[in-house]
Nanobody, 115 residues
Framework: QAQFVESGGGLVQPGGSLTLTCTAS????????ITWYRQSHGRERERVAVITGGGLANYATSVKGRFTISRDNAKNTVYLQMNSMKPEDTAVYYC?????????WGQGTQVTVSS
């Protein structure tokens, strides 16, 4: 059974850092494009960062220069390193693995940026 499990959320102060992790099992992870999304209360879901199987990455303007997406295909894991965090980064963060018409979602993890 395919699974995509997130970890790493929590509370961080403004200016701080946090790393989110998604670990895959049950599907051929290197073949999938991985996307991190976030959604905060009352707002639409936002695509934060995306990375191809070969490691090409793209970012939302709101996080460019502060967040880094990376993947380790040998470990079936993708990371989102978040630096210089702001209160507006507060949201539930989700990872998605997709190829063609198939996709798998993580369960979501809460990130709160507050002093």
């Amino acid at each position: 059974q395919a699974q995509f499990v997130e970890s790493g959320g929590g509370l961080v102060q403004p200016g701080g850092s946090l790393t989110l992790t998604c670990t895959a099992s049950g599907f051929n992870f290197p073949n999938y494009v991985i996307t991190w999304y976030r959604q905060s209360h009352g707002r639409e879901r936002e695509r934060v960062a995306v990375i191809t199987g070969g490691g090409l990455a793209n970012y939302a303007t709101s996080v460019k220069g502060r967040f880094t997406i990376s993947r380790d295909n040998a470990k079936n894991t993708v990371y989102l390193q978040m630096n210089s965090m702001k209160p507006e980064d507060t949201a539930v963060y989700y990872c998605k693995a997709a190829t063609g018409s198939i996709d798998f979602w993580g369960q979501g993890t809460q990130v709160t940026v507050s002093s």
